[in-house]
Nanobody, 117 residues
Framework: QVQLVESGGGTVQAGGSLRLSCTLS????????MGWYRQSPGKERELVAR???????YYVSSVKGRFTISLDSARLTWYLQMNSLKTDDTAVYHC???????????WGQGTQVTVSS
């Protein structure tokens, strides 16, 4: 079974940085896109960043200029570099990947990001 393993969460002070990573357990024939959602208490789940197979990148407005998503050359691991973190970035971050032939995406187990003031 395909699994996504993510890591890199933790607790940092506002203004600090973290890098999240997400790795597919095996290569798949075609992945359309991959990225991260986040969810915190009292807020709706939101798409934070996404990179498509053709390299198109999306960021939610609140993280533009601070977060960078990237994909390694093997297309098995993707990263979310988070700089200038704010308390509002505190959430559980779940990575995901959508395989072209599948109707539903794969999901990582989630990693907690806590930004303190």
């Amino acid at each position: 079974q395909v699994q996504l393993v993510e890591s890199g969460g933790g607790t940092v002070q506002a203004g600090g940085s973290l890098r999240l990573s997400c790795t597919l357990s095996e290569s798949r024939p075609r992945i359309d896109y991959m990225g991260w959602y986040r969810q915190s208490p009292g807020k709706e789940r939101e798409l934070v960043a996404r990179i498509t197979d053709d390299g198109t990148i999306y960021y939610v407005s609140s993280v533009k200029g601070r977060f960078t998503i990237s994909l390694d050359s093997a297309r098995l691991t993707w990263y979310l570099q988070m700089n200038s973190l704010k308390t509002d970035d505190t959430a559980v971050y779940h990575c995901y990947a959508k395989e072209h032939s599948m109707t539903l995406p794969y999901w990582g187990q989630g990693t907690q990001v806590t930004v303190s003031s």
